[in-house]
Protein backbone atom coordinates (compact mmCIF):
# COMPACT_ATOMS: atom_id res chain seq x y z
CA UNK A 1 0.00 0.00 0.00
CA UNK A 2 1.35 3.29 -0.84
CA UNK A 3 0.37 6.47 1.07
CA UNK A 4 1.73 9.89 0.68
CA UNK A 5 1.84 12.04 4.13
CA UNK A 6 -1.24 13.16 4.60
CA UNK A 7 -3.25 9.79 3.62
CA UNK A 8 -1.06 8.21 6.22
CA UNK A 9 -2.18 10.72 8.83
CA UNK A 10 -5.61 9.95 8.09
CA UNK A 11 -5.34 6.49 8.03
CA UNK A 12 -3.81 6.65 11.26
CA UNK A 13 -6.66 8.82 13.42
CA UNK A 14 -8.92 7.22 15.37
CA UNK A 15 -12.75 7.70 14.27
CA UNK A 16 -13.12 11.05 17.00
CA UNK A 17 -9.89 12.57 15.15
CA UNK A 18 -11.43 11.92 11.79
CA UNK A 19 -14.75 13.79 12.46
CA UNK A 20 -12.74 16.63 13.64
CA UNK A 21 -10.47 16.99 10.53
CA UNK A 22 -13.47 16.81 9.13
CA UNK A 23 -15.28 19.47 10.23
CA UNK A 24 -12.23 21.63 9.95
CA UNK A 25 -12.04 20.65 6.62
CA UNK A 26 -15.60 21.97 5.72
CA UNK A 27 -14.68 25.14 8.12
CA UNK A 28 -11.55 25.84 5.75
CA UNK A 29 -13.79 25.18 2.63
CA UNK A 30 -16.81 27.60 3.73
CA UNK A 31 -13.86 30.47 3.98
CA UNK A 32 -11.99 29.93 1.16
CA UNK A 33 -15.00 30.32 -0.83
CA UNK A 34 -16.51 33.53 0.96
CA UNK A 35 -13.04 34.88 0.45
CA UNK A 36 -13.56 33.97 -3.49
CA UNK A 37 -16.71 35.59 -3.42
CA UNK A 38 -15.66 38.76 -1.59
CA UNK A 39 -12.61 38.72 -4.05
CA UNK A 40 -14.41 38.60 -7.33
CA UNK A 41 -16.47 41.67 -5.72
CA UNK A 42 -13.26 43.71 -5.37
CA UNK A 43 -12.47 42.89 -8.61
CA UNK A 44 -15.60 44.19 -10.75
CA UNK A 45 -15.68 47.48 -8.40
CA UNK A 46 -11.98 47.79 -9.86
CA UNK A 47 -12.99 47.02 -13.20
CA UNK A 48 -15.67 49.31 -13.45
CA UNK A 49 -13.28 52.20 -11.80
CA UNK A 50 -11.24 51.61 -14.97
CA UNK A 51 -14.10 52.01 -17.36
CA UNK A 52 -14.55 55.57 -16.23
CA UNK A 53 -12.50 56.65 -18.38
CA UNK A 54 -9.71 57.76 -15.58
CA UNK A 55 -5.89 56.38 -16.23
CA UNK A 56 -4.05 55.08 -13.64
CA UNK A 57 -0.57 55.87 -14.82
CA UNK A 58 1.69 58.21 -14.06
CA UNK A 59 3.38 60.36 -16.49
CA UNK A 60 7.20 60.57 -16.53
CA UNK A 61 8.84 63.75 -16.07
CA UNK A 62 12.66 64.09 -17.65
Known sequence: MFLDGEAYDR???TEEELKLADKEKQIRR?????????????????????????????????
Open 11 to 13: FRM
Open 30 to 62: KKEKSAKKDGSKKDSKKKSKKDDGKKDSAKRIL
